[in-house]
Nanobody, 127 residues
Framework: QVQLVESGGGLVQAGGSLRLSCAAS????????MGWFRQAPGKEREFVAA????????YYADSVKGRFTISRDNAENTVYLQMNSLKPEDTAVYYC????????????????????WGQGTQVTVSS
């Protein structure tokens, strides 16, 4: 059974940092793109960041560019999201996602292109 398990969320003051982790089990995703999405209360799920299977290409939403960094450790089957300079508008449930297509040279930025999802981790940024 494939599972993606996010961790690292919590409550932080504006300007602070958090590092989210997403550990995959049940199969390896070392040849698959991975992504992070988030959903705030009353809003639709939105793209945050994505990374190609090799880690050579990464993509960011304009709202997080320069503050967030996505990375991966294929040996550990884990993807990370380092979040710096957090703002109250970053408050949301953050979801990890994995693409089932192997060896893409890029990473999708739309949620319907991902096939596996974690349960989410809450990030709350206080002002």
């Amino acid at each position: 059974q494939v599972q993606l398990v996010e961790s690292g969320g919590g409550l932080v003051q504006a300007g602070g940092s958090l590092r989210l982790s997403c550990a995959a089990s049940g199969r390896t995703f070392s040849s698959n793109a991975m992504g992070w999405f988030r959903q705030a209360p009353g809003k639709e799920r939105e793209f945050v960041a994505a990374i190609s299977w090799s880690g050579g290409r990464s993509y960011y939403a304009d709202s997080v560019k320069g503050r967030f960094t996505i990375s991966r450790d294929n040996a550990e089957n884990t993807v990370y999201l380092q979040m710096n300079s957090l703002k109250p508008e970053d408050t949301a449930v953050y979801y990890c996602a994995a693409d089932s297509t192997r060896w893409r040279g890029w990473a999708p930025r739309f949620s319907d292109e991902y096939d596996y999802w974690g349960q989410g981790t809450q990030v709350t940024v206080s002002s």
